[in-house]
């Protein structure tokens, strides 16, 4: 696969150097990738600049009709942008994998060229009209993470689109090409400089992010990365909306029949072998049914088929870069260290191949990295409690809060419990399901804004009030 290009201004730009995007099952070369400059940077942001007036001022159906033609595009270039994901990010072809994000990319798109936003009227009378607008915020700079790279690039340009902002997009260097194909789709349809692409390490996010030229960036990533954009942004009172990262808590309320809810525990934690941000990364289970619950779960997870994605009888495939696979190691042995008991998986396979096998760790405590820190990768360390009210409070005691479960036979006393978890999303007996009308978010240092509908349109606009004297 070559041919990747940068977008800017309608045209694939001229780059003088590449760099090398791995294929994490096997680390050979998938492709050399354009590398950005600060200057294509800028080249990239003035051509965002000067499509704006035109593309804002768009009508409201045209703008919609366009998002129509790029989800039909997805879809009919559905096998290749599938087939590229999983080469350079890992995920498989079969199960949650590829295939489901290049489909919900797809829905995704469709639903938000849907919506639409109206003028709300306060006020219209004799005493004058007071009409609240919503106007697009402007140049969108999005930067986007490695584990659903094109989902969450639709998630990034979709509603800026809509609503009448352009943008300039900086993929992870981990796995940039699928949004590069997918920016060169979205050209073939849309007007020059509406969506630019430049592909590039954290020095070049870092140019974007503290850009005068843009008016908002929208970023996914880790809560550290976060915290810096939000830094670079307050020279130019940039707009923000943060995906930062998360440590979901799940619990299993006491007396619960496990076997029904097996599959479904195991998508929560293990989803993309965990590299999910609203993945369940802790799972506090009642002492009377922790030896049980420990053993069928373990039993379930053992029979899970890992290996290279492209090979549709595997489920879950390599972690997706050497960085994180260090990262999951340390969290493992720093467990076991710790006393923790690794019931399935802990030791990395021979070979190439960024690849570790479903962990499960027995009798984790709340200090344990593993617990205690975002560990996204294909581990979950299962942790005893005595009363559902202390395991809530444990649940609660992290400085993140993207998403939260509660799992139960009885659905509306799991209810009452998942209300009071704090986080963006509250699930009951299920993890990590998401709905392109659900907006979606963090609280706590998960973020800042939320996607998806109405509330997630809002965040690409500024409210103008328009007040007429009567
Ligand atoms: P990361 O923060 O390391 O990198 C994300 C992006 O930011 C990359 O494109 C990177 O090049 C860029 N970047 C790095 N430093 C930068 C800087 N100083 N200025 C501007 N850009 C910079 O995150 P990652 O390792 O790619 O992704 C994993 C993290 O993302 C996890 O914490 C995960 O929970 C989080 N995540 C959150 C969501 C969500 O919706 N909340 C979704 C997916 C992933």
Known sequence: MSDFKLMIDGKAAGTAGTFSVLNPADESVVAMCPEGTPELVDAAIASARRA???????PDVERAAKLMEIAALIEKHHQELATLVTREQGKTQSGLGANAEVGGAAAWTRVTAGLSLSERVIQDGPGGSIVVRHKPVGVVGSITPWNWPLM????????????????????????????????????????????????????????????????????????????????????????????????????????T????????????????????????KRLYVHEDQYDEVVRKFADFVATIPVGDGMDPKNLIGPVSN??????????????????????????????PGYFYPLTVIADATDEMRVVAEEQFGP?????????????????????????????????????????????????VNQHGALHPLAPFGGIKCSGIGVENNIEGLHEYTTIQVLSVAG
């Open 152 to 255: 969450i690039a639709t998630w990034h340009i979709v509603p800026a689109l809509r609503v009448g902002c352009t943008v300039v997009i900086k993929p992870s260097p981990f796995t940039p090409l699928s949004t590069l194909r997918l920016v060169e789709l979205m050209n073939a349809v849309l007007p020059p400089g509406v969506v630019n692409s430049v592909a590039g390490g954290p020095a070049l996010g870092a140019h974007l992010a503290g850009h005068e030229g843009i008016d908002k960036i929208v970023f996914t990533g880790s809560v550290a990365t976060g915290k810096k954009i939000m830094q670079s942004a307050a020279a130019t009172m940039k707009r923000l909306t943060l995906e930062l990262g998360g440590n979901d808590a799940g619990i299993v309320l006491p007396d």
């Open 322 to 351: 050497q960085m994180q696979l260090d990262k999951i190691v340390d969290y493992v042995e720093d467990a076991r260290t710790r006393g923790a008991r690794i019931v399935t998986g802990g030791a990395r396979p021979p070979g």
């Open 52 to 58: 704006l007036p035109g593309w804002s001022a768009t």
């Open 379 to 427: 581990v979950i360390p299962l942790i005893k409690y005595r009363t559902v009210e202390e395991a809530i409070r444990r649940a609660n005691a992290v400085d993140v809060g993207l998403g939260g479960s509660i799992w139960g036979d009885d659905p509306r006393a799991a209810a009452n419990y998942a209300r009071q978890l704090e986080c963006g999303t509250a699930w």
């Open 257 to 280: 029949r496990i076997e029904p809810l097996i599959e479904k525990l195991f998508w929560g934690c293990f989803i993309n072998g965990g590299q999910t941000c609203a993945a369940l």
